[in-house]
Each structure stands twice: as structure tokens, then as C-alpha cells.
């Protein structure tokens, strides 16, 4: 079976910091790794998805995440962050070719800071 | 664009009562999910249907049971509402090979078990 965690419940930055996200997986078949951003009061929206060939992956809203299969990781980045980048983010994972099961991190609660 | 609606955004009911909680989406999607998310345990899998009057468990099943007479018509069903069940309920849909193309969420109900 798959698992998820992601390792910060939260994590608080000030406006224009660097910021990490940090996912591991487990899983012994290949896999596809994805980002979900939820925004308060809202559903959750897609923000950015591995599924096979560059390992460095970006949405178009500045950030980037990374997969690395020998540390089973997919950690979120962004170089400068945004008041408007307050959200939860939820790491999630599901089986290469699978029709369509995510399983979800516990999710990260970023925090910006003027 | 791909809307899922779901009926109540918030919604209070006392213990031992049935509660339905609806969701509709309008993009001719097979799959529908619904999840429940608690703060630190993230999104967790409670039932999906791959097609109409299809379902199958997924890892929180208890005290839960779906109904999907019509495509785009996925309810879950809390036969007999226990406090512990108080959390927000998330539906999604997908295409097919949905965790390629991405869940699209519906804005979620949160549902208060007196």
C-alpha cells in the first residue's frame, strides 16, 4: 500500500523568504506524486503533478517541486513567497497507470507573515 | 469550467439522525470520491464510484454508505450521525485517468454533530 507524510504541520515565513514543503511517499510500484493547495474556505485545486520524465516539475504560479526516487521524496519549493500563498497544501500520491485513487499527506499549513 | 457543487456548506444535525450530504458535478465525470478532512490526518478516503450504481470502500468506511443512481450524483449517507463524525466532507470528480488530469473538489460541507 501507499503512504504519504508530510513532515510540517506548519510552517511560518515572513513575505519574500524561501519557503520548503517537505513529502515523503512510500510505495514499492512506481508512482504519481502530485500538490494540492486549498485555500481558506475553499475545495482543494491542483497545483503541480509528477508523472514520468523531468524530475523537476513547476506550477505557474512560482513553485517547484523536486521527485527523487532514491530518498522517495517530492518536496514543494518557492523561492519568495506571497501573502497570497497562505494555504494549506496537501502532498498525494497514486499508483502509476492507477484509474484514479489518490492517497493524501496530512497536510502542511503555510503561514505567510508580512 | 468542470463545477462539482455540493449541496450545504455548513451543516448541524443532532445524534442518531440520517444525514445525506450531495454532491453534484456537471462534467460527465465517471469517478466520484468523497473524503472527510480532519486537521492533522489530512483527507482520508471514505467511498468512490468508478461508474453509476457502482462502489467501493475506501480506508474510513464505517458508519458511512453511498448512493450514485445517476452519473452525476454521488451522496454519502450517515445512517445514524455520531459526534465523532463531526468534520468537513469533501467530494470530488475525476475523468477516468483522473489522478493524471487531476481531481477537481467541490468547496466542501462541514457538518457539526450535536
Known amino acids: 500500500a501507499q503512504s504519504v507524510t508530510q513532515l510540517d504541520s506548519q510552517v511560518p515565513v515572513f513575505e519574500e523568504a524561501p519557503v520548503e514543503l517537505r513529502c515523503n511517499y512510500s510505495?514499492?510500484?512506481?508512482?504519481?506524486l502530485f500538490w494540492y493547495v486549498q485555500y481558506p474556505n475553499q475545495g482543494l485545486q491542483l497545483l503541480l503533478k509528477?508523472?514520468?520524465?523531468?524530475?523537476l516539475v513547476e506550477s505557474i504560479n512560482g513553485f517547484e517541486a523536486e521527485f527523487n526516487k532514491s530518498q522517495t521524496s517530492f518536496h514543494l519549493r518557492k523561492p519568495s513567497v506571497h501573502i497570497s500563498d497562505t494555504a494549506e497544501y496537501f502532498c498525494?500520491?497514486?499508483?502509476?497507470?492507477?484509474?484514479?485513487?489518490?492517497?493524501f499527506g496530512q497536510g502542511t499549513t503555510l503561514q505567510v507573515k508580512p | 469550467d468542470v463545477k462539482v457543487t455540493q449541496s450545504s456548506r455548513y451543516l448541524v444535525k443532532r445524534t442518531g439522525e440520517k444525514v445525506f450530504l450531495e454532491c453534484v458535478q456537471d462534467?460527465?465525470?465517471?469517478?466520484m470520491f468523497w473524503y472527510r478532512q480532519d486537521p492533522g490526518l489530512g483527507l482520508r478516503l471514505i467511498y468512490f464510484?468508478?461508474?453509476?450504481?457502482?462502489?467501493e470502500k475506501g480506508d474510513i468506511p464505517e458508519g458511512y454508505s453511498v448512493s450514485r443512481e445517476k452519473k452525476e450524483r454521488f451522496s454519502l449517507i450517515l445512517e445514524s450521525a455520531s459526534t465523532n463524525q463531526t468534520s468537513m466532507y469533501l467530494c470530488?470528480?475525476?475523468?477516468?485517468?483522473?489522478?493524471?488530469?487531476?481531481?477537481?473538489f467541490g468547496s466542501g460541507t462541514r457538518l457539526t454533530v450535536v
Open positions: 464510484s468508478y461508474d453509476v450504481k457502482m462502489k
Open positions: 510505495s514499492s510500484v512506481s508512482v504519481y
Open positions: 462534467m460527465d465525470h465517471e469517478n
Open positions: 498525494a500520491v497514486t499508483i502509476s497507470g492507477n484509474t484514479g485513487k489518490l492517497i
Open positions: 509528477y508523472l514520468s520524465g523531468s524530475t
Open positions: 470530488a470528480s475525476s475523468s477516468p485517468r483522473g489522478a493524471v488530469y487531476g481531481y477537481t
